[in-house]
C-alpha cells in the first residue's frame, strides 16, 4: 500500500461493535495501512531526532491529522517521546531493538567474552552481523581509560568494514551484500583461509580493526568479532587473541570447535 492511501485505510478501519466482516473488502487493508504509517514515522525519527509533527507529516505523506494521532499512540506506547511539541525515539524501541539477534542465544553467549577480550587487548571489542548489505554492530565494549576510537556510537556501517568481509566470505552464493569489487573473489578465498579480516582504515581513518567469524552449531558463521585500534598495532596478533574469544561464543551456542 502507497503511503498515500494510509489515510483511506485507516478510516475504513471496523468501528466499534462492527464485525470485521461488515467492515468490507478494506478493513483487512485497515491494520496494515496504521502499521505503515506508525513505521514511516519512526523511520523518520531514527533519520532525525526531535521533529515536529507537520516536518514529520510532510517527510511520511501523511495527513498531520494521522500523524498526530499515530504519534499519540506511539507515545503511549513507549516507543515515541514527546517534548515541548517535537518528537524522538523513545525507550520503549531501544528495548526491542536490543532484543534482536541472527541466531538464539548470540548476544547472551558472547556477553563475557566480549568484555574478556576488552580486558585482554585494553581495545574496544564489538560483536558485529552483516544484514542486508550492511554491517549491524550488536554490541560492544571498552575500557574506562581508553576512547572508542569511532566518532560515535552509530550501530550500521558499509559491509566492508572487517567484520562484514569476513562474513561476506562465507556468505552462500547469490547472497552478496551490494556490489563488490573485482579483487574480492582473491580477498575471500584469503579470508576463509586465514579465518580473518582486516580493515587498514578503509572506512575510518586512523581506526584498523581485525576480525573473525563466530559460529553456529551447523558450522556456519552467524556473527563476527572485532578489535578496534589504531594504525599502529599488529592486527595479525589482535586476530589471534579474538579466535580465543569466538571459540568462547561458539562453545556457548552449543558447539565445539
Known sequence: MHRSESATATASA???GQSAAAAGPLSATAGRG?????FALLNALDQEQDVGVSALAAVCGLPKTTAYRLLDQLTEL????????RYRI?????????????????????R????????VTGMTAELAVLHRGQTLVLDWTTTADVPRPLPDDRPVWPWYTAAGKVLAAWARP???????PRAWPD????????????????VLTGVCCAAVPVYAADGVPVAALSVLT???????????????????????LGRRP
Do not use: C, K, N
Request: proline letters at 10%; charged letters at 25%; zero cysteines.
Open 90 to 110: 523513545g525507550p520503549g524501541m531501544f528495548r526491542l531493538g536490543q532484543g534482536w539477534q541472527p541466531y538464539p542465544g548470540l548476544r547472551s553467549a558472547a
Open 230 to 252: 589504531g594504525p599502529d598495532h599488529r592486527l595479525e596478533r589482535l586476530a589471534d587473541t579474538a579466535r580465543r574469544a569466538a571459540s568462547a561464543i561458539t562453545a556457548g
Open 14 to 16: 471496523p468501528s466499534p
Open 112 to 119: 563475557r567474552p566480549l568484555r574478556r577480550l576488552t580486558a
Open 174 to 180: 547469490g547472497a552478496a551484500p551490494g556490489p563488490l
Open 78 to 85: 513507549g516507543a515515541v517521546e514527546r517534548s515541548a511539541g
Open 34 to 38: 496504521v502499521l505503515e504509517g506508525a
Open 187 to 202: 580477498e575471500a578465498g584469503r579470508i576463509r583461509e586465514s579465518g580473518a579480516a582486516y580493515d587498514h582504515e578503509e
